[in-house]
Nanobody, 127 residues
């Protein structure tokens, strides 16, 4: 079992920045690819960014490309989402997710592929 705890959300003005963190605990000796998803009110959950176990391969959704960056520090069992130039449409609950994998350089983009989920952290961007 792996437990994921997100932090770093909050209220920010448009154009501002936030950095989300997700700390994994439990069975962290195994290898996990990680992802960030978000869900806005009345909308389906969507992928924001994903990163392979090694950190060498990443994916960023078109809607946030050039503004958001995913990274990880395996020594700290932590994955980050740096969010710059935030827009009101980025307002959502952001979820961290993990999937057990033996593939070092593969990321996963579909929510059904993930085994573990955090509780989410609210990001609100005011105009």
């Amino acid at each position: 079992q792996v437990q994921l705890v997100e932090s770093g959300g909050g209220l920010v003005q448009a154009g501002g920045s936030l950095r989300l963190s997700c700390v994994a605990s439990g069975r962290t000796s195994s290898s996990y690819a990680m992802g960030w998803f978000r869900q806005a009110p009345g909308k389906e959950r969507e992928i924001v960014a994903a990163i392979s176990w090694s950190g060498g391969a990443t994916y960023t959704a078109n809607s946030v490309k050039g503004r958001f960056t995913i990274s990880r520090d395996n020594a700290k069992n932590t994955v980050y989402l740096q969010m710059n130039s935030l827009k009101p449409e980025d307002t959502a609950i952001y979820y961290c997710a993990a999937v057990l994998t033996h593939l070092r350089s593969t990321y996963y983009r579909q929510s059904y592929e993930y085994d573990y989920w955090g509780q989410g952290t609210q990001v609100t961007v005011s105009s």
